[in-house]
C-alpha cells in the first residue's frame, strides 16, 4: 500500500485536494514506488496566489530587520528538521547520505543564516543620495518559486530566503520528483508562524500549473531555476504581463587545468566534482581541458580515480555516488554515452551498462571519456550524469577559446601553480561563478549564468536584489 501524500499548503493552512491526480514517487536506489502525491489542481494554484497577493502589503511594510526576526524563527524550525530534511532528500534523490548532510542541507541551511547579516546590511544602506533625491528599496511582489530536483533545499532556499527578506511573499512549486523536501520546508514555515499567505506551497506537475503561475495577472516575478527549454518556455509565457523573469538554467562547464606540478589532485578534484551528486549538478564541471602535454597522464589519473569511487545504496558507508533520480534520467544518460561511442569517443572508465549487484535501482558508474573534441555531442551537451569528458588544448588561448565555445556559461574552475596566470584565466572565461585550484563552495557567492545559463544572480547580497525594485523619491529641496 502506498503512502498517501495530500497537503499543499496555502494561507497558512494544510489544503487537500479533493479527487486528486495523484503522482507516483519511486525510490531510486531500488525501483520500488513508495508514495504518491496529490497533484494541486488551478483552483488551488489560484487560491494561493490570492493568499500571497492578500498578504503582501502587510508583509512588504515591515522593516528588513523585523522580517529578519521572522526568518531567524524559519531557520531555527529548519534546523530542527535537519534529520527529517537529511531523510528526504536521500529517498527521493538517492543522495549518500554523508553528502546529502554536508551539501543538500547543511550548506543550504547556512546560506539561509547569511540572510541575517543581508538583512543588517539593506537596513542600515543609506540611501540618501542628496538633499533631494532619495531612493528606497521596495519588495518586487509576489513571487512564483519554481525550483528543480537535483538540489532541492539549495534550490528552495535560494530563492525563498532573499525573496521573503526582501518583503515578497511567494508561491513555491518544488520538482514533482522532490516533494518531501518542500514540504518538510513548509511544515518550518508553519511552525515558525510565518504570518498567513506570506508563503505558499503547491505540489504537482510543472506541466500542469506551471504556466498558471507564468501568465497569472497577480504574480509580479518567476524565479525559476531548471532545464533552459523550461526557462525559456516561461519566460514567453510571462511576457504578456511583463513579470520580471530570473533563470537559473543548465551548463556545460569547463574546468581549464594549465600545466601543473599537481595534476593529481588537479584530475581528481575535477572527477569528484563531475560525479558528486551522480552528476547531476547544475555547476558540474563536465568538460576537463587538459594541455596536450600532460594529456595522457591525465587521462590515466581521470580512470583510476573514476574506478576508485564507490557506487551504492545511499545509506550504505564509504558510498561517493547513489542513483540517479529517475529511471527517465537513467535511461537519458545511457543514450548520452551510447552517443559518445557512436561519436568516435574513447570510454576509459564506466560506460552505460547497469552495476552489478545493485539491482534495480537507477546506478551508473563513474564514466569518462578521452578524446573528446568540443564539436561533439557530448561535449556540448549538458548530460546531468556522471559522465566527464576530457578534451586537450595546445595553449592558453586555445583553452579559452575551447571553454568559451558553448552556449552555456555557467561556471567554471582553473587550476595554475602560479596566481597570476589563475586570475587570468578565471577572467578569460565567459561565466558566473569561477573557482581556482581546490576552492570550496562559498555560500555567499552569487551564483548565476551567462549566455544561456540564465539570467540574475543568486545568493550574497546580491542575490536580494533579484526581489527588490528601486524608487527613487525626489523631493522639493530645502526653500
Ligand atoms: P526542469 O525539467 O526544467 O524542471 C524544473 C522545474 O520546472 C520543475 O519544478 C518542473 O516541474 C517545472 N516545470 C516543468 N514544466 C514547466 C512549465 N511549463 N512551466 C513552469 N514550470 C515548469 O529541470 P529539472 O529536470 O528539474 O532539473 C534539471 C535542470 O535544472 C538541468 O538543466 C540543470 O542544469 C538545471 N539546474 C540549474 C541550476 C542553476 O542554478 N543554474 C541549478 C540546478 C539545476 P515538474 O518537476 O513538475 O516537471
Ligand atoms: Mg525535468
Same mark, same amino acid.
Given at each position: 500500500?502506498?503512502?498517501? #501524500?495530500?497537503?499543499?499548503?496555502?494561507?497558512?493552512?494544510?489544503? @487537500?485536494?479533493?479527487?486528486?491526480?495523484?503522482?507516483?514517487? %519511486?525510490?531510486?536506489?531500488?525501483?520500488?514506488?513508495?508514495a504518491? %502525491?496529490?497533484?494541486? +489542481?488551478?483552483?488551488?494554484?489560484?487560491?494561493?496566489?490570492?493568499?500571497?497577493?492578500?498578504?503582501?502589503?502587510?508583509?512588504?511594510?515591515?522593516?528588513?530587520?523585523?522580517?529578519?526576526?521572522?526568518l531567524?524563527?524559519?531557520?531555527?524550525?529548519?534546523?530542527?528538521?535537519?534529520?527529517?530534511?537529511?531523510?528526504?532528500? *536521500?529517498?527521493?534523490?538517492?543522495?549518500?547520505?554523508?553528502?546529502?548532510?554536508?551539501?543538500?542541507?547543511?550548506?543550504?541551511?547556512?546560506?539561509?543564516?547569511?540572510?541575517?547579516?543581508?538583512?543588517?546590511?539593506?537596513?542600515?544602506?543609506?540611501?540618501?543620495?542628496?538633499?533631494?533625491?532619495?531612493?528606497?528599496?521596495?519588495?518586487?511582489? *509576489?513571487?512564483?518559486?519554481?525550483?528543480?530536483?537535483?538540489?532541492?533545499?539549495?534550490?528552495?532556499?535560494?530563492?525563498?530566503?532573499?525573496?521573503?527578506?526582501?518583503?515578497?511573499? *511567494?508561491?513555491?512549486?518544488?520538482?514533482?520528483?522532490?516533494?518531501?523536501?518542500a514540504?518538510?520546508?513548509?511544515?518550518?514555515?508553519?511552525?515558525?508562524?510565518?504570518p498567513?499567505?506570506?508563503?505558499?506551497?503547491?505540489?504537482?506537475?510543472?506541466?500542469?500549473?506551471? +504556466?498558471?503561475?507564468? @501568465?497569472?495577472?497577480?504574480?509580479?516575478?518567476?524565479?525559476?531555476t531548471?532545464?533552459?527549454?523550461?526557462?525559456?518556455? #516561461?519566460?514567453?509565457?510571462?511576457?504578456?504581463?511583463?513579470?520580471? %523573469?530570473?533563470?537559473?538554467?543548465?551548463?556545460?562547464?569547463?574546468?581549464?587545468?594549465s600545466?601543473?606540478?599537481?595534476?593529481?589532485?588537479?584530475?581528481?578534484?575535477?572527477?569528484?566534482?563531475?560525479?558528486?551528486?551522480?552528476?547531476?549538478?547544475?555547476?558540474?564541471?563536465?568538460?576537463?581541458?587538459?594541455?596536450?602535454?600532460?594529456?595522457?597522464?591525465?587521462?590515466?589519473?581521470?580512470?583510476?580515480?573514476?574506478?576508485?569511487?564507490?557506487?551504492?545504496?545511499?545509506?550504505?558507508?564509504g558510498? $561517493?555516488?547513489?542513483?540517479?533520480?529517475?529511471?527517465?534520467?537513467?535511461?537519458?544518460?545511457?543514450?548520452?554515452? +551510447?552517443?559518445?561511442?557512436?561519436?568516435?569517443?574513447?570510454?576509459?572508465?564506466?560506460?552505460?551498462?547497469?552495476?552489478?549487484?545493485l539491482g534495480?535501482?537507477?546506478?551508473?558508474?563513474? @564514466? %569518462? $571519456?578521452?578524446?573528446?573534441?568540443?564539436?561533439?555531442?557530448?561535449?556540448?551537451?549538458?548530460?546531468?550524469?556522471?559522465v566527464?569528458?576530457?578534451?586537450?588544448?595546445?595553449d592558453?588561448?586555445?583553452?579559452?577559446?575551447?571553454?568559451?565555445?558553448?552556449?552555456?556559461?555557467?561556471?567554471?574552475?582553473?587550476?595554475?601553480?602560479?596566481?597570476?596566470?589563475?586570475?587570468?584565466?578565471?577572467?578569460?572565461?565567459?561565466?558566473?561563478?569561477?573557482?581556482?585550484?581546490?576552492?570550496?563552495?562559498?555560500?555567499?557567492?552569487?551564483?548565476?549564468?551567462?549566455?544561456?545559463?540564465?539570467?540574475?544572480?543568486?545568493?550574497?547580497?546580491?542575490?536580494?536584489?533579484?526581489?527588490?525594485?528601486?524608487?527613487?523619491?525626489?523631493?522639493?529641496?530645502?526653500?
Amino acid at each position: 500500500m502506498l503512502q498517501r #501524500i495530500n497537503a499543499h499548503y496555502v494561507n497558512g493552512q494544510w489544503r @487537500t485536494i479533493a479527487a486528486p491526480d495523484w503522482h507516483t514517487l %519511486v525510490n531510486p536506489a531500488d525501483g520500488e514506488a513508495y508514495a504518491c %502525491v496529490a497533484r494541486a +489542481d488551478a483552483g488551488l494554484v489560484n487560491d494561493a496566489v490570492s493568499a500571497a497577493s492578500h498578504a503582501f502589503p502587510a508583509w512588504s511594510a515591515l522593516s528588513f530587520s523585523q522580517r529578519a526576526e521572522y526568518l531567524a524563527a524559519f531557520i531555527q524550525q529548519l534546523q530542527q528538521r535537519r534529520d527529517e530534511l537529511v531523510e528526504a532528500v *536521500v529517498s527521493e534523490l538517492g543522495a549518500p547520505l554523508w553528502f546529502a548532510r554536508e551539501v543538500h542541507v547543511d550548506d543550504p541551511l547556512d546560506a539561509f543564516a547569511k540572510h541575517l547579516d543581508y538583512a543588517k546590511v539593506l537596513q542600515n544602506e543609506q540611501l540618501q543620495l542628496d538633499a533631494r533625491l532619495k531612493l528606497r528599496k521596495e519588495a518586487v511582489g *509576489v513571487c512564483a518559486l519554481i525550483t528543480p530536483w537535483n538540489y532541492p533545499l539549495h534550490q528552495i532556499i535560494a530563492k525563498l530566503a532573499p525573496a521573503l527578506l526582501a518583503g515578497c511573499t *511567494v508561491v513555491l512549486k518544488p520538482a514533482e520528483l522532490t516533494p518531501k523536501t518542500a514540504l518538510c520546508v513548509a511544515m518550518a514555515a508553519d511552525a515558525a508562524g510565518l504570518p498567513p499567505g506570506v508563503f505558499n506551497l503547491v505540489l504537482g506537475s510543472g506541466s500542469q500549473i506551471g +504556466d498558471i503561475l507564468s @501568465t497569472h495577472a497577480d504574480i509580479d516575478c518567476v524565479s525559476f531555476t531548471g532545464s533552459t527549454e523550461i526557462g525559456r518556455h #516561461i519566460q514567453q509565457q510571462a511576457a504578456a504581463t511583463v513579470k520580471r %523573469v530570473c533563470l537559473e538554467l543548465g551548463g556545460k562547464s569547463a574546468f581549464l587545468i594549465s600545466p601543473t606540478e599537481q595534476l593529481s589532485a588537479a584530475v581528481k578534484l575535477g572527477v569528484e566534482d563531475v560525479m558528486a551528486n551522480s552528476g547531476q549538478t547544475c555547476t558540474a564541471l563536465s568538460r576537463m581541458l587538459v594541455h596536450h602535454s600532460q594529456y595522457a597522464e591525465a587521462v590515466a589519473i581521470a580512470a583510476a580515480h573514476a574506478n576508485s569511487l564507490t557506487v551504492g545504496e545511499p545509506h550504505q558507508d564509504g558510498v $561517493f555516488l547513489g542513483p540517479l533520480i529517475s529511471a527517465a534520467q537513467y535511461q537519458s544518460v545511457q543514450r548520452y554515452i +551510447d552517443i559518445g561511442l557512436t561519436e568516435g569517443a574513447e570510454l576509459v572508465a564506466g560506460g552505460a551498462e547497469p552495476v552489478a549487484g545493485l539491482g534495480a535501482g537507477y546506478y551508473l558508474r563513474p @564514466t %569518462v $571519456f578521452a578524446n573528446v573534441h568540443n564539436q561533439m555531442q557530448i561535449a556540448r551537451e549538458e548530460i546531468f550524469g556522471p559522465v566527464l569528458c576530457i578534451l586537450p588544448y595546445q595553449d592558453e588561448a586555445d583553452a579559452l577559446r575551447i571553454a568559451n565555445d558553448s552556449p552555456y556559461g555557467l561556471s567554471g574552475r582553473v587550476w595554475a601553480d602560479d596566481a597570476a596566470t589563475a586570475q587570468q584565466l578565471a577572467a578569460g572565461i565567459r561565466a558566473g561563478l569561477i573557482f581556482i585550484n581546490a576552492a570550496p563552495w562559498h555560500n555567499a557567492a552569487p551564483f548565476g549564468g551567462y549566455k544561456q545559463s540564465g539570467n540574475g544572480r543568486e545568493l550574497g547580497l546580491k542575490g536580494v536584489e533579484e526581489y527588490l525594485e528601486l524608487k527613487a523619491i525626489v523631493d522639493e529641496g530645502a526653500a
